[in-house]
Structures are given as C-alpha cells and as structure tokens.
C-alpha cells in the first residue's frame, strides 16, 4: 500500500516505529521485521518537506515525487 503521512514532530524513525507497532513495517525495514523488500532499500521516500530556515528565517520548501518505479509495484 502506498501511504501519505504527516509528521507531527522530527523525531528520527517516528513513521517506522508506529507503523510498525501497529503492524505494518515499511518494506525493506530489517530493523521492523519487514517481510519484503522489492525496492533494495527503505520504502520510506519525503515527497515534500518544508521548514523555517534556522538562519535566514526563510521559509524552504522541496517536493520531490516518488520513484518510478514505485508505483508499478505499488498498483500490482
């Protein structure tokens, strides 16, 4: 399944840890006892990310879509 989440805080494996407490480990996830791997990697990808610039007080914002060959194995 392909998930949109949306992170509260930035603490570090916050999406891996409750995914995986309530049963659904990220493919590719060793630590979470993932039971797939299709991609050769963490199936976890931050399509968009934006934050206040710790310097400049810019706002910053980057979007990136998904990897191609994401969806093909997704739509199965």
């Not at 805080?9 to 039971?35: M, S, V, W």
């Not at 710790?54 to 879509?65: A, G």
Request: glycine content about 6%.
């Amino acid at each position: 399944s392909l998930v949109y989440l949306q992170l509260e805080t930035g603490k570090k494996n916050q999406i891996r840890a409750h995914l995986a407490f309530l049963g659904y480990p990220l493919c590719g996830d060793e630590n979470y006892r993932a039971k797939t791997n299709p991609f050769n990697r963490l199936a976890l990808h931050a399509r968009t990310i934006s934050f206040t610039h710790p310097f400049t007080k810019e706002e910053m914002s980057f979007e990136v879509p998904e990897p191609k060959n994401w969806l093909p194995t997704v739509k199965g």
